[in-house]
């Protein structure tokens, strides 16, 4: 059973126990070095969940085509979506364009785990004529 838990899940609990609970800002810098090109660059912990989010959702596509769960996994991503969607309308800490982002890598999982799903489905029927 906690194979179906979408992996994406990790995200918006850190998103949750970083801004809302322990009041630390997104935009909170973690470092920053100076380009070749002179620019300073500089990495936040918003950028650091949206990074972990996308290699997370690469696991969960990766997933999809595998798992012979096909429908929790789906279900418990669609719930996770809707749950991180409303967190981004309602809740003014998760107001933000990173929240916003993570919210959208969690309806990719959800479009992704179906067509992934719905191919491999089509790939294993055959149909003779």
Same mark, same amino acid.
């Given at each position: 059973? #906690?194979?179906?838990?979408? #992996? ?6 850190a998103?949750?126990?970083? $801004?809302?609970?322990s009041g630390?800002?997104?935009?909170? =810098? ?6 070749p090109? =002179? !620019?300073?660059?500089?990495?936040t912990?918003g950028?650091?969940?949206?990074l972990?989010?996308? =290699?997370?959702? +690469?696991?969960?596509? $990766?997933? !999809?085509g595998r798992?012979?769960?096909a ?7 669609m719930?996770l979506f809707? $749950?991180?969607?409303?967190? +981004? #309308?309602?809740?003014?800490?998760c107001g933000?364009s $990173?929240f916003?982002?993570?919210? !959208?890598?969690t ?6 785990g179906f067509?992934?799903s719905?191919?491999? !489905?089509?790939?294993?029927?055959s149909?003779?004529?």
């Open positions: 059973m #906690l194979k179906a838990i979408p #992996l994406l899940v990790i995200v918006i609990i998103y949750n126990v970083v $801004v809302i609970v630390i800002a997104i935009d909170a =810098g973690l470092f920053s070095m100076r380009l090109s =002179g !620019a300073d660059w500089m990495l912990l950028d650091v969940l949206i972990i989010g996308l =290699g997370l959702l +690469f696991v969960e596509i $990766v997933k !999809a798992s012979r769960r429908g929790v996994d789906h279900a418990l991503s719930v809707v $749950v991180a969607l409303l967190e +981004f #309308l309602l809740a003014p800490a933000t $990173v916003l982002i993570i919210t !959208a890598l309806l990719v999982d959800v479009i992704a067509t992934v719905l191919s491999t !489905a089509q790939r294993d029927i149909i003779t004529s």
